[in-house]
């Protein structure tokens, strides 16, 4: 059974960086799509950006593309999410998941989830 941990989040300013981190263990993430999404409070889970299990392919939500970068390391078993130009509006618990890569954009596509981890950007 995979689980998944986000590190990386914290409070930064307006137009500052993060780079969020999802280490997996107990499976390899290899043959696994990898996907962030967030959640701000009040408000539904929204796809954020989600990498192939080769990394040929990612996708972006129009909100963060140009702005967000996705990439994984299937030999360190990990995945990460750079953040750049941050605004207030990014504003959100992180989650990292693995799935099956069909319907990408789709939370109901993914079967294993991290934690969650808060990133808060002040304007």
């Known amino acids: 059974q995979m689980q998944l941990v986000e590190s990386g989040g914290g409070l930064v300013q307006a137009g500052g960086s993060l780079r969020l981190s999802c280490a997996a263990s107990?499976?390899?993430?290899?043959?696994?799509?990898m996907g962030w999404f967030r959640q701000a409070p009040g408000q539904e889970r929204e796809f954020v950006a989600a990498i192939t299990w080769s990394g040929g392919t990612t996708y972006y939500a129009d909100s963060v593309k140009g702005r967000f970068t996705v990439s994984r390391d299937n030999a360190k078993n990990t995945a990460t999410l750079q953040m750049s130009s941050l605004k207030p509006d990014d504003t959100a618990v992180y989650y990292c998941?693995?799935?099956?890569?069909?319907?990408?954009?789709?939370?109901?596509?993914?079967?294993?989830w991290g934690q969650g981890t808060q990133v808060t950007v002040s304007s």
């Open positions: 998941a693995a799935g099956s890569g069909v319907g990408i954009r789709s939370d109901r596509s993914y079967s294993t």
């Open positions: 107990g499976r390899r993430i290899s043959d696994w799509a």
